[in-house]
């Protein structure tokens, strides 16, 4: 009766992990489907976009970012871009100023001194402080180490101007984030990008908010500003999920793309300490989703449990099966992705991805230990 019921377990836990990634699928492709470019050319019937750049330390990646963004084929008149220096030390100042010499849609806005508002620590004081500076209806924010292609501004612009399915309107648009590769460690770390991207993106399939990138996000300028900016949002380490679940709430309809023109490409993370330090600030970001983040934590444990179990009771059968379902539910997610963005390449690093997550799920729970998050010379008390 014993073997049975552990039986009954292993297959029940397996159950539940195949549930979610099913229901992940699933969302994520009605999500995707949800998305109809509108090839306008009329540049009359396009709004105005700024595109807010916060820098931190960042002489060395800030150039190749503007550039890629000033590359854009949007209309010149249409656009401008606004870099806010957030207390640098290094040379990131220079650089700029030589940057916007050269470029006449380039905003400077320099923060020199720290703030005494709690809820504009770090980024989001940043990000706040470049939406006061810029004037374009559509707000875009990328960070200082990505680099866009040409048709970003256009593409995610010309979303805003779709017709909703709500009375407010389209008030946020998500786009995916590729990761520069170069080795596998690079490579693990794209797909772990976009498997989040993605379960994000189902979020908004199922009518509700798992997350969202901040390098990738743009706003209307009239819902930030009715929400009363992030000046009156809670500070998190995770701005960008704050500023989504406000926009959510508020009731406008949110957009996540998926396509190869509203991508934007980020460096990947060069240490596996730096890689740790990234993930627990995301990890403690992720508690506010509650129940949400519950589920997921969850169902990733019964398949430990199911492997575990199987070894227990020398079932090497239903232990294979069990890793087998883990390698299968993250090639459904990620396949249909990697088709879309034209990363095939990324296909036949999936084991090692799998392999690799596995440890770091591993590890994750001890460093949630620390209440504490470092980012950018910065040390913050979440």
């Known amino acids: 009766m014993t073997y049975t019921i552990i039986l009954i377990s292993i297959i029940l836990c397996c159950a539940i992990y195949l549930t979610r990634v099913l229901v992940i699928m699933l969302a994520a492709k009605r999500c995707r489907n949800k998305y109809n470019y509108n090839n306008i050319n009329n540049i009359d019937d396009l709004p105005t976009v700024s595109v807010v750049v916060p820098a931190r330390n960042e002489e060395s990646v800030i150039s190749n970012c503007i550039n890629s963004i000033l590359q854009s084929d949007y ?5 401008e871009i606004v870099i806010v220096n957030d207390r640098s030390t290094d040379n990131t100042q220079a650089v700029i100023n030589q940057l916007s ?3 006449k849609n380039i905003k400077i806005c320099n923060i020199t001194t720290e703030t005494a508002n709690p809820n504009l620590n770090g980024k989001p004081g940043a990000i706040e402080a470049g939406i006061i500076a810029a004037s374009g209806d559509i707000i875009m924010m990328t960070d200082a180490d990505c680099v866009v292609g040409k048709d970003w501004i256009r593409t995610i612009a010309s979303v ?4 909703s399915n709500v009375k407010r309107g389209i008030g946020m648009v998500c786009g995916y984030t590729n990761v520069a590769t170069k080795t596998l460690f690079h490579c693990c770390q794209a ?3 976009a498997y989040m991207h993605t379960y994000a993106c189902a979020g908004i399939g199922l009518n509700t908010i798992l997350g969202c990138f901040g390098n990738n996000i743009s706003i209307t300028r009239a819902a930030y500003y009715e929400l009363g900016g992030f000046e009156h949002l809670e500070f998190s380490v995770t701005e ?3 500023l989504l679940n406000a926009i959510f709430n508020a009731g406008y309809e949110i957009r996540y793309l998926c396509n190869k023109e509203s991508v934007v490409e980020t460096l990947p993370v060069k240490t596996f300490r730096e890689y740790l330090t990234q993930r627990h600030r995301w990890s403690l970001g992720a508690i506010d989703l509650g129940w949400k983040a519950f589920l997921y934590v969850f169902s990733s444990a019964c398949l430990w449990f199911a492997m575990i179990l199987s070894l ?3 079932n090497y059968y239903l232990f294979g099966l069990s ?7 993250d090639a459904l997610i990620l396949f249909p992705v990697f088709n879309i963005l034209e990363k095939q390449n990324l296909k036949k690093g999936i084991p090692f991805s799998v392999c690799f997550y596995c440890l770091i799920e591993l590890i994750l729970p001890f460093t949630l230990l620390s209440k504490s998050v470092n980012w950018k010379g910065q040390k913050f008390k979440v």
């Open 75 to 79: 209309s010149a008149d249409k656009f």
């Open 191 to 193: 797909a772990e990008w």
């Open 323 to 329: 890793v087998i379902l883990r390698f299968l539910g």
């Open 101 to 103: 010499t050269a470029n």
């Open 160 to 163: 805003f101007m779709e017709k």
């Open 240 to 242: 960008d999920y704050v």
């Open 312 to 314: 227990c009771i020398g």
